[in-house]
């Protein structure tokens, strides 16, 4: 059974950094379509980045581009989040997932189809 788990989260101060990791895929990553996502109090859930690791692609949302950097250890079969420059309204619960398809849209990103979410864990900017 694929259940992934996110670990890394915690509280951090405006101008920090955090990685965020997540293992339990089952998978190798291959090209299957990875990503990252965040939901803050309030509000619908967001793409924050997709991949696809074994092809070297990447996409990120432009609320995240130039701060955060997501990366895959294929042996180990673990999706990175590295997180820095962070404001407060980064708070929010930060889940990963596996699909199909990387969704790309203006300003946004996703995956056309979540096969797999991880249970979601909180990062808490501070100002």
């Known amino acids: 059974q694929v259940q992934p788990v996110e670990f890394g989260g915690g509280l951090v101060q405006a101008g920090g950094s955090l990685r965020l990791s997540c293992r339990g895929f089952g998978f190798a990553f291959g090209r299957n379509a990875m990503g990252w996502f965040r939901q803050a109090p309030g509000k619908e859930r967001e793409g924050v980045s997709c991949?696809?690791?074994?092809?070297?692609?990447?996409y990120y949302a432009d609320y995240v581009k130039g701060r955060f950097t997501v990366s895959g250890d294929s042996a180990k079969n673990i999706l990175y989040l590295h997180m820095s420059s962070l404001k407060p309204e980064d708070t929010a619960v930060y889940y990963c997932?596996?699909?199909?398809?990387?969704?790309?849209?203006?300003?946004?990103?996703?995956?056309?189809?979540?096969?797999?979410w991880g249970q979601g864990t909180h990062v808490t900017v501070s100002s």
């Open positions: 997932a596996a699909g199909y398809g990387l969704f790309v849209a203006p300003g946004h990103v996703g995956l056309n189809v979540v096969k797999h």
């Open positions: 991949a696809s690791i074994g092809e070297n692609i990447t």
